[in-house]
C-alpha cells in the first residue's frame, strides 16, 4: 500500500468495538476493519459463535478479542462500557427485529427491540462519543436499515427504532464533529444474513427483493467491507451526519 493510502485508509494503531460482530453485516465491517489494521473487539450475545468469529479474525492476522452480552439488558450494556476499554471507532450493528403485523404487536415487542436498536447504541455513544470527543478524533458507525427512511412490512417497531437511529446519528454528528468525532449510519439494501431468515422463508421473496435493486441481485455481508473501512478511518474526516446507502440502489426506486 502506497504512502498516499496508508494516510487515507489505514487503521493501524486504532481500537473498535463491533456490536453484533460475530455473523452477518458485523462481522463483515469487523474484518475488514481488522485487517485494515484496527485491533478489534466483538461483542455479541453467543459465546460459541463470538470464539468462532475471533478465531477467523485472528486467521487473517486480526488483534481481536470479544465480550458476550445481551445488549438488550442494561447491565450489560453497562458492562460492554466498563470493560471495552477506550475506542476510537464504535460500530453499532446488533439488532433484533420481532416480525408481527403491527396490530399484534406487544408493548414487550416495542420495549425489547427499541433496547437493542435504539438505546443500546445511544448509551454507548454517550460513554464513548465524550472520550473520543476529548482525544480529538473518532468515529461512530450506525448501522440503519431502509425503514430509516421508509416502511417495511410487518415490522414496524423495528422501523421506529431504524428512524430513531438516523436521528441519533445527526444528533451525534451534531455534538461531537467539532471536536474530530465523524458519526455515520450505513442504509443497507435487502441482505442475506440470519436476521433476514424469517423474511427469506417466504416464498418467492428473495427473488422479488433481488429484481428491485438496480444492481439486480440482493446484497450479502462483504458488500459492506469498504463503506466500512473508508467511515472508520481518516478518509471519511469531512462526512459526517450522513447516511450512506451501501443498498445496490434498493432506496432509489
Given amino acids: ?44 450475545r453467543r459465546r460459541e459463535e463470538l470464539d468462532k468469529a475471533v478465531a477467523r479474525l485472528r486467521g487473517h492476522g486480526v488483534t481481536a478479542s470479544a465480550i458476550s452480552a ?58 464513548h462519543g465524550p472520550k473520543m470527543a476529548g482525544r480529538g478524533w473518532g468515529r461512530i458507525i450506525n448501522v440503519g436499515s431502509q425503514q430509516s427512511i421508509s416502511a417495511f412490512g410487518d415490522s414496524g417497531v423495528y422501523g421506529a427504532a431504524k428512524a430513531g437511529l438516523a436521528g441519533l446519528t445527526r444528533s451525534q454528528a451534531e455534538a461531537w464533529s467539532a471536536a474530530g468525532v465523524c458519526v455515520n449510519t450505513i442504509i443497507p439494501g435487502f441482505v442475506l444474513t440470519p436476521l433476514t431468515e424469517p423474511a427469506q422463508a417466504i ?10 435493486h438496480m444492481a439486480g441481485r440482493n446484497g450479502v455481508p462483504q458488500d459492506f467491507a469498504g463503506a466500512a473501512v473508508f467511515l472508520a478511518g481518516n478518509a471519511c474526516g469531512f462526512v459526517t451526519g450522513q447516511m450512506l446507502f451501501v443498498d445496490g440502489g434498493f432506496a432509489v426506486h
Fill in 1 to 44: 500500500m502506497s504512502d498516499y493510502l496508508r494516510e487515507l485508509f489505514s487503521l493501524h494503531g486504532r481500537r473498535a468495538l463491533v456490536t453484533g460482530g460475530s455473523s452477518g453485516i458485523g462481522y463483515a465491517m469487523a474484518e475488514a476493519i481488522g485487517r485494515a489494521g484496527a485491533e478489534v473487539v466483538l461483542v455479541a
Fill in 203 to 212: 416464498p418467492g421473496r428473495v427473488e422479488a427483493l433481488a429484481a428491485r
Fill in 70 to 127: 445481551d445488549l438488550g439488558e442494561r447491565d450489560d450494556v453497562r458492562r460492554v462500557c466498563e470493560s471495552g476499554g477506550d475506542i476510537d471507532i464504535l460500530v453499532n450493528d446488533a439488532g433484533n427485529n420481532i416480525r408481527k403485523p403491527m396490530a399484534e404487536l406487544t408493548a414487550d415487542d416495542y420495549e425489547r427491540t427499541m433496547a437493542v436498536n435504539l438505546t443500546a447504541p445511544y448509551l454507548l455513544g454517550q460513554h
